[in-house]
């Protein structure tokens, strides 16, 4: 069975990631798919665990700052600098804002 690879776009600028609830940062945004996205840190992130998520915009898109969302982590690795982690999520969230989440796609995404 052939699995079709989502298409991954690449943000114009790093959005930052906080955990809603303690406002601890989690990383930096470096894509994003329909389904998910991945970030970039310093420290390795828990796998298999689902996390609340604050993704701040940089700036105001449909006039939201920030859009929250439950994704669970699904895989790590080491980034091309091995300084950091790089951490691939999947939205687990059904009331996520999707249309706001369109809009970053569309607004802050492009293609490889």
């Known amino acids: 069975m052939v699995t079709k690879r989502k298409k991954r776009r690449k ?13 601890q940062l989690l ?8 389904e998910g ?28 700052d920030y859009l929250d969302c439950a994704a669970k982590s699904l895989w790590s690795k080491k980034d091309v600098n091995k300084s950091y982690y790089d951490t ?8 996520i804002d999707f249309k706001l989440y369109q809009q ?7 293609d490889q």
Do not use: A, C, W
């Open 88 to 95: 691939g999520f999947k939205i687990v969230d059904s009331s």
């Open 27 to 34: 990383g930096y945004l470096l894509d994003i798919t329909q």
């Open 37 to 64: 996205f991945m970030i970039i840190s310093e420290n390795p992130l828990e796998l298999n665990k689902i996390y609340q998520i604050k993704i701040l915009l940089g700036k105001e898109i449909d006039g939201h």
């Open 11 to 23: 943000l114009i600028f790093n959005l930052t990631v906080l955990h809603r609830n303690s406002g």
């Open 104 to 110: 970053i796609i569309l607004e802050l995404g492009f």
